[in-house]
């Protein structure tokens, strides 16, 4: 279980990667004012299991936490940051929410997620959306063969800095593929000479987390919800990429 992928484990993350992409989408716009995320996390485990699958995050116990996660579908609704728990609470309009979700194909893990709008949401909130997707953009562009991991962060950072938002720096990205979280850790700020060395043949998860305030965040009492200390909403994009020897390739693309 090497952090260097074979290339029939790429085949096969390839695969994950599409079919996660397809829910992802289809979860996206049954987003509505009005819908519970309990409600999401049904048709996102139905959508997994339909499809020959298995929720990666369902049964999942990260490191730290007293139980494992309980639901398929991570959703974050404004000020929380990731891992939201999925509850009967309908969402509202101008709320916006993170999807995050992983899928196991064949014994290997993709995993992805976006932030949406739940109706018409403010200027403000548009802006934060957009600017963590390109931000997550830039950083899968440093992810080259022969760069730091620190490239990525520092790409991320690098853009972001201009808009004032406050940068998540405790979670970050992280290798993926035989398990939910392998190595490296790969933090959305920093020096881009740091960290190990980006090899032909990784798979990551690259997840810039955003905030419009302070990028202080705090864990909730349910043990799995991060929301950002001063109440501010939250914006959070992931990819699965794969190295080669020609440049990342995004695997859960849309």
């Known amino acids: ?15 994950a990667g599409f079919r996660l992409a397809g829910i992802v989408k289809i979860l996206a716009e ?8 309990k409600e999401l996390d049904n048709l996102a485990e139905k959508l997994v299991r339909d499809g020959g699958d298995i929720p990666s995050f369902k049964g999942y116990r990260p490191g730290g936490a007293k139980e494992s996660y309980p639901a398929t ?14 509850t009967d609470e309908p969402l509202k309009n101008g709320d916006i929410i993170g999807l995050d979700i992983g899928l196991t194909h064949r014994g290997l ?36 063969s022969g760069n730091n991991i620190g490239a990525i962060g520092h790409a991320i ?3 972001v800095h201009p808009f004032g938002y406050g940068i998540v720096e405790v979670l970050g990205g992280h290798g993926v593929g035989h398990k939910v979280h392998e190595p490296p850790f790969i933090p959305n700020y920093g020096n881009k000479t740091a960290g ?10 690259l997840e810039p987390m955003l905030n419009l305030g302070s990028p202080e965040i705090s864990l909730d009492s349910d043990g799995f919800t991060y929301r950002t200390r001063d109440g501010a909403h ?11 020897k020609d440049g990342p390739v995004i695997l859960t693309r849309l």
């Open 30 to 37: 049954k987003v509505t004012p009005g819908v519970s995320t």
């Open 73 to 86: 579908l991570c959703t974050s609704v404004n000020d929380a940051v990731v891992h939201g728990v999925p």
């Open 196 to 205: 190990p060395v980006i090899q032909e043949g990784m798979v990551l998860a």
């Open 157 to 159: 950072e690098s853009y």
């Open 109 to 144: 893990i993709a995993d992805m997620a976006v932030t949406v709008p739940v109706g018409e949401i403010s200027e403000e909130y548009k802006k934060l959306i957009t600017i963590t997707k390109e931000s997550l953009m830039h950083g899968i562009k440093a992810a080259v």
């Open 1 to 15: 279980m090497g952090l260097i992928k074979t290339k029939e484990e790429i085949e096969i993350l390839t695969e």
């Open 234 to 244: 939250s914006a959070h994009f992931e990819h699965t990429i794969v190295i080669t």
